[in-house]
Every structure is written in C-alpha cells, then in structure tokens.
C-alpha cells in the first residue's frame, strides 16, 4: 500500500513509527516541513519521499510550557484563560479583541499561518518578538462590531443597527435586499467597514457615504438575486430559488445539462470565472454575459478529484477531447499514444501530474497552472533529509491511500 499526503503544512514532530510501518512508500508534498530530532530519526527508518519548498526543525517540547495548536479560528480576548509561557499555533485565522493585549502578553510565542485581525490599538504594538506570521495582518477600529467575514446585509439590519455604530466585514458585505432602508441607517449613524461590497444601483447614493473609502464598490442591477455559494453548477433547482436575473459571487459551472436552465435566464453576471460546455456557448453568448474569465469545455469534463488515472482507451472513446481540471494528483498512463495527448488532451488547475519522461514535453503543452509534471519517482528538494529513497518501490499495482489538507499532523 502506499500513502500520498499533499497540505500547505505537514507536521511530523507527533509522529508515531507502528502507524506507518504498513506502506511501501509515502509520499509526501508540501509548502512547509516541520520535523525535530526524534521525528527524523523515525522517518529514517520508513519508506518516506518528502517534496518541500522549506524545511523547519523545531522542537515539540519548550521547557515543560504549556502548548496549544488550533486548525481553524481562535479567538483572543481580555477574558481568555491561559496559563503564563503557552506556546500558540494557530493555523487558520488568530482574532484580537480590543482589550487583550494583557492576555497576548502571557503568551511565550505564538506562531500563525494565515491571518491575524487585531483592532488598532493593537495593530500600533505590531510587529511584536513573540509573533511569528505566515500570512496576513487585517486591521478593524476598536469601537466596531465584528460582522461574519462575508457578511449578508438584509432588509432587517437597519432595525437592529444600534445608533452611533460601526460594524466591520473582513471580506465583503453583501446588498441582498432592494426592501434595505439606507435612510435609517444613516439617521442611526451606522458605519460600514470592509474590503469589498456589493451595492444594488438604487442604493448607491444613499450607501457610499456610510462605507469607507477603501473599499472596493460593485454595482448590482436592482432584479438581481446574488448567488455565494460553493461550487455552483446552474440547473433549474437554482433557477427555481433564485430566480432568473442572477449575481453569482465567485465560479460557475455551465455544463451541458445547463441548457434547459440557461434558456430561462433573463440575465446573468459572474464575478469569477464561467467554465463553460461548448454546446451552451450559442445560448450564453445570447446573454451578454459579464464575468472575469471563461473557459470553453469540450468533450469529458473531470474535475474536483484527490487523484485521477487517464488510460489510453478513455481518450480513444472521446475524440472530442477530454479535459482534467482541480485535481490533486493526475496519473498519465505510459502507452497513451503523444499525438492523442497533443490533439485531445487539457489539464488545468491540478498540483501535479505524474507521467513517464518521454510525455513530459507534450504534457507540459497542454497544461495549465500545474505545479509539477514528470515521473512518479522523483526524489523532492528535502527527500534525502532522513537518509531513504524508494527507487526500489515495486511497480506492481498497489492501493493508493490519498490524504489533502491545509494542515496535516502525522
């Protein structure tokens, strides 16, 4: 059995040898590496290949003090419990309260991969010793409420706005409803701070001056319904709940089942990219579509895969070509003919392709925003780090366990 794990952060200081003493081979790719004395001395008697851009060694135990390690949001505030000397990671997203900086100050190190969002009182204290950041700082006015960070302004804001208030979104704010009432808003003295918000055309006037300057504006049509949802493919299931004039926040997918539903569209923007089945490209054209990109699907569309395998007969039964696009890991199979890749073959948006060195050249040609194309076996930049290669791995077919993750622990 073998073992592919891919994550921005693999963390091998817990590492336990019993749990991975059954794979063959593990592989693993990351952007960040983290390994102590004892994690090394164990992985150099396993079967790992490690592709890392960096390499970190640190050491899981810091004089007894206490350790906390957070996937996700934490949050700091003047009321937070913490023993004096804890050692904070957090990979995710670190909120500071106004208030805190008594509570941070207990901390002996914290140490963030993403984002820290501190109100300015504390952002002035900024960069501290004890801080470490791998990402990004958002700053909020302490006397604002925090909002969710994309947050859904509807027509009941306005009455539950308290009077003399700012709220903050770290994102974005939303103008779901035409029924909001600006005017209450501005008699209440309410504020609105955020990156980005999305105004209907008839509230622009009246909504501009309780917005801060920086954020950037987008203007919506009134008869629009916004759409922010994940993955949003268009059928009539949306079209029956939304409505017909539709916003969509971020991608869609118009594949060749759309059509029915696209033909009952009366208008539509995109504030993303359209992937597009070549068939429904007459309809869309129709429409006046505005968007950021849009990309033309031909033939078998596979995509949103942790690995997918591609034979020679698959491209055989789709002369109209085949296109492999979000995937973790591709394999290309070795006796696929170079003139079928050239001729019917896309690959766009996956982290690697796994093919033999003789289709490297035409893989490349028709891949896009891939990481990384070549053979199986390649050793990465730290794989020689514990002292093991596979280059001796069976080539027998194997089962394939396949882990993918911002943060993995092993």
Known sequence: MKLKINCDVCDARRINES???????????????IVDDRSRQVMSM?????????????????????????????????????NAGTILTVNGFLKLAPGSLDTLNLYEKIEVNGIIMCPQSISGRLPMQKISLNGLTK??????????????LDKYFPLRAQENTGYFALSSIYDMDC?????????????????????????????LPLINIEAEIVEIPD??????????????????SMGNDLYVIGDLMIKKESLPALEKLKFLSVDGTVRLDKCCAQKYNELNVSCKNVIIMEGLVISDKAT??????????HPEGVVVEDCAVVTIADDIPTEFIRDRLKIRNCAKVNCADQ????????STDVAFIGPFSVMGVSGSIFG????NSSKSDVEISHITAEYFEL
């Open 19 to 33: 749990n991975y003493r059954g794979y063959e081979e593990i592989l693993i790719k990351a952007d960040t590496m």
């Open 388 to 391: 093991r290669s596979n280059k």
């Open 359 to 366: 289709h490297k050249p035409v893989i490349s040609e028709v």
């Open 308 to 317: 997918f395998s591609l034979d020679s007969e698959t491209l055989k039964n």
């Open 223 to 240: 008869s629009c319904r916004i759409v922010d949802m994940d993955d949003i493919c268009l059928d009539d299931s949306l079209i029956a």
């Open 139 to 152: 700053v909020y006015p302490d006397d604002y409420v925090i909002l969710d960070n994309k947050y859904k």
């Open 46 to 82: 396993l079967p790992f290949t490690i592709e890392a851009d960096s390499l970190r060694s640190e050491s899981l135990i810091s004089s007894g003090k206490e350790i906390q390690r957070v996937n996700g949001i934490y949050d700091i505030t003047p009321g937070t419990q913490v």
């Open 179 to 207: 029924e909001t009432d600006f005017d209450k808003l501005s008699e209440k003295n309410v504020k609105l701070q955020t990156s980005k918000i999305y105004l209907r055309k008839s509230h622009l006037e009246k909504a």
